[in-house]
């Protein structure tokens, strides 16, 4: 099999080109337009396996699109603006890329009549869930543009399963981290300012809760779904590790032997969701569990930035 893997060069989308070299035997195409949170440096350990392959390309542009797209079977779309913060200072470009991008990703691969096309999403469209589990059809909430942008493009995708019959499915994960994140996000971003002997930004009270998923298991999740998941079909993937932002710093602070003068609080961010929390029965039926705990993949994290200053030291000079 032949997999297109848009915003291959991205993080969790260089992940996945990883899990599929290292579990199938497939030949993936790279696709990335090479923004700032994605780049060839990436991709480095596998640029030399014969079974891969780079194209330098927009989401938006139907024309380089097809022409990478075409002879493949299947197609994997993690390609998206995915910083909410960015999103708030200027939306433009998150409505383009998540909405109008994944149009003509959807409208392609009808064209090309392309065998499976996976669209990653995410679990804030759901909004702030104060208790309980978001389930696949529990109604839509987003409260940032990110996140309006992302549920826009669940729904143009799901549309082209409706109308066209095309083989979609839809995948919302929660907060992923691990090796490659682009270091704006919070782990990648307090793990390198630990490891700079820099202060960590922490928003409002802290209280705010996440559920992480180490990205290997998210991946496997993905491809989980990519082979088993039913056509025009939802599927949320979690590892239930809800923790609030307060005890991920103390757990990164204690990894690095840093203290309570490591951490500064901010201004809260506009809008802030509470919390998110995903029910994955779903998911969970095909046989999916998360093979890391949280504590185990935060050491691996930290391991991992610590012993990878070459990657992250140069996009860190350029923000």
Sequence with gaps: ????VTGGAGFIGSNYVRYVLANTDHEVVVYDALTYAGNRSTLRDVDDDPRTSFVHGNIC?????????RGCDGVVHFAAESHVDRSIVGSD??????CFGTNVVMDTARRLEIGRVLHIGTDEVYGSVEVGSSKEGDPLEPRSPYSASKAGSDLIALSYHATHGLNVVVTRCTNNFGPFQYPEKAIPLFTTNLLDGKQIPLYGDGLNERDWI????????????????????IYNIGAGNETTNRVLVDKLLALQGNDESSVRYVEDRLGHDRRYSVDIAKVTALG???QRSLDEALEATVAWYRD?????????ART
């Excluded at 542009?61 to 797209?69: C, N, S, V």
């Excluded at 180490?214 to 079909?233: N, R």
């Excluded at 990878?308 to 860190?316: G, Q, T, V």
């Design 214 to 233: 180490y990205v290997d298991d998210h991946c496997s999740g993905v491809h989980l779904v990519f082979e088993q998941g039913t056509p025009g079909e």
């Design 93 to 98: 470009d998150f409505i383009n890329t998540n």
């Design 1 to 4: 099999m032949k997999l297109l």
């Design 288 to 290: 999916w569990k998360r």
């Design 61 to 69: 542009d139907p024309g380089t699109l097809e022409a990478a797209m």
């Design 308 to 316: 990878n200053r070459w990657w992250w030291e140069p996009l860190r």
